[in-house]
T-cell receptor, first 115, second 110 residues
Framework: DAGVTQSPTHLIKTRGQQVTLRCSPK?????VSWYQQALGQGPQFIFQ???????QRGNFPDRFSGHQFPNYSSELNVNALLLGDSALYLC??????????????FGDGTRLSIL | QQQVKQSPQSLIVQKGGISIINCAYE??????FPWYQQFPGKGPALLIA?????SEKKEGRFTISFNKSAKQFSLHIMDSQPGDSATYFC?????????FGTGTRLQVFP
């Protein structure tokens, strides 16, 4: 049973560029959440997708956007990259919002470095 | 109000000892409190979780103690092993949006 998979594992970009990160949820899960984890910090919630729509959003600017596909996979897009966007980006999957606070299972993340 | 405060920042325990990590929260609407374990280069892995209608939950060597009136909860790792050396995060949620603590780096020495 495949867990949450994320690609790529590492990415290097320069300031001002745009990036797309990808996530496939655990089998049977239909909800995807994205988190940003700066070095030495806890993950911070970016947003959550269910039924191809953004359900809730954390305190992140509009440069951060996402998408969920009919097969429940998801993308995180970040525009106009800043040095401060350097972080580990984590995807977590869970069952739908009808079952509140279901366990969230994380992938191993994409390490994004901005030069 | 959305913060979860975690302590200590780092912890050194001898093999076989008990590791204790504490967290405190302000938002009384939180109703789900998971603990995650993270190894270097890996994503957080769910260890154990509790809801506020119980005061304690035990799974193997891991126990969560929950004090609703004090708005505090803690993770106890019994018989700590070198393989438990990792960073541990507490979290809280009431809308599927997890609010994480700042993490505790645990080192267990033989």
């Amino acid at each position: 049973d495949a867990g949450v998979t994320q690609s790529p594992t590492h990415l290097i970009k320069t300031r001002g560029q745009q990036v797309t990160l990808r996530c496939s949820p655990k089998s049977g899960h239909d909800t995807v959440s994205w988190y940003q984890q700066a070095l030495g910090q806890g993950p911070q919630f970016i947003f959550q997708y269910y039924e191809e729509e953004e359900r809730q959003r954390g305190n992140f600017p509009d440069r951060f956007s996402g998408h969920q596909f009919p097969n429940y996979s998801s993308e995180l897009n970040v525009n106009a990259l800043l040095l401060g966007d350097s972080a580990l980006y984590l995807c977590a999957s869970s069952l739908g919002p009808g079952q509140v606070n279901q366990p969230q299972h994380f992938g191993d993340g994409t390490r994004l470095s901005i030069l | 109000q959305q913060q979860v405060k975690q302590s200590p920042q780092s912890l050194i325990v001898q093999k076989g000892g008990i590791s204790i990590i504490n967290c405190a929260y302000e938002n009384t609407a939180f109703d789900y409190f998971p603990w995650y374990q993270q190894f270097p280069g890996k994503g957080p892995a769910l260890l154990i979780a509790i809801r506020p209608d119980v005061s304690e939950k035990k799974e193997g060597r891991f126990t969560i103690s929950f004090n609703k009136s004090a708005k505090q909860f803690s993770l106890h790792i019994m018989d700590s092993q070198p393989g438990d050396s990792a960073t541990y995060f507490c979290a809280a949620s009431n809308t599927d949006k997890l609010i994480f603590g700042t993490g505790t780096r645990l080192q267990v020495f033989p």
